[in-house]
T-cell receptor, first 112, second 114 residues
Framework: DGGITQSPKYLFRKEGQNVTLSCEQN?????MYWYRQDPGQGLRLIYY???????QKGDIAEGYSVSREKKESFPLTVTSAQKNPTAFYLC???????????FGPGTRLLVL | KQEVTQIPAALSVPEGENLVLNCSFT??????LQWFRQDPGKGLTSLLL?????REQTSGRLNASLDKSSGRSTLYIAASQPGDSATYLC?????????????FGKGTKLSVKP
């Protein structure tokens, strides 16, 4: 089955800890994205990548980092510098930067 | 700065009713507009994508229209069903903006009652 997978479904972070959210796609898409969704808010772009080994900051990149070493994978690290990390995180991919984006099932991050 | 607004924030209708969801955007220089559906605690499902040169797109009981000059889009759902209950999100990509940067509205939460 082609699609986007995210893991884990739920993730708990302790104070001062870095955590990494996984995003994998087997759609052969060049572009991948990370969004954050807060209750009552629209989605906001954290980082995006148009091609392997290249990525760009979105609107709310502070406190986050990414890598794009493989076409299929775009992991997001929530660092200890992100003071309000509790949110629903969504990964997406598209053939290129202008076409329909396909979303994964999301990871809910909670702070202990 | 592009802003996307969706009205109403929530809508409850009886089963079988035809309904319209509204989306407006402040900058008409968009590349395309997309409508998504989100079920509680789930990711987004793409419903329809309208290129800036198009006026409407249809898929089954869904019809989305785009009026770029007035900064408006509507999503029409015919013969609504309880399974249509979800949050519907509208998003645009700007010309000249960050590649692939979808700018989202806050969504309309739809409840279709049997």
């Amino acid at each position: 089955d082609g699609g986007i997978t995210q893991s884990p479904k739920y993730l708990f972070r302790k104070e001062g800890q870095n955590v990494t959210l996984s995003c994998e796609q087997n759609l052969n898409h060049d572009a991948m994205y990370w969004y954050r969704q807060d209750p009552g808010q629209g989605l906001r772009l954290i980082y995006y990548s148009q091609i392997v080994n290249d990525f760009q900051k979105g609107d709310i990149a502070e406190g986050y980092s990414v890598s794009r070493e493989k076409k299929e994978s775009f992991p997001l690290t929530v660092t200890s510098a992100q003071k309000n990390p509790t949110a629903f995180y969504l990964c997406a991919s598209s053939i290129d930067g202008q076409e329909t984006q396909y979303f994964g099932p999301g990871t809910r991050l909670l702070v202990l | 700065k592009q802003e996307v607004t969706q009205i109403p924030a929530a809508l409850s209708v009886p089963e079988g009713e035809n309904l319209v969801l509204n989306c407006s955007f402040t900058d008409s220089a968009i590349y395309n507009l997309q409508w998504f559906r989100q079920d509680p605690g789930k990711g987004l499902t793409s419903l329809l994508l309208i290129q800036s040169s198009q006026r409407e797109q249809t898929s089954g009981r869904l019809n989305a229209s785009l009026d770029k000059s007035s900064g408006r889009s509507t999503l029409y759902i015919a013969a609504s069903q309880p399974g249509d209950s979800a949050t519907y999100l509208c998003a645009v990509i700007n010309y000249g903006g960050s590649q692939g940067n979808l700018i989202f509205g806050k969504g309309t939460k739809l409840s279709v009652k049997p």
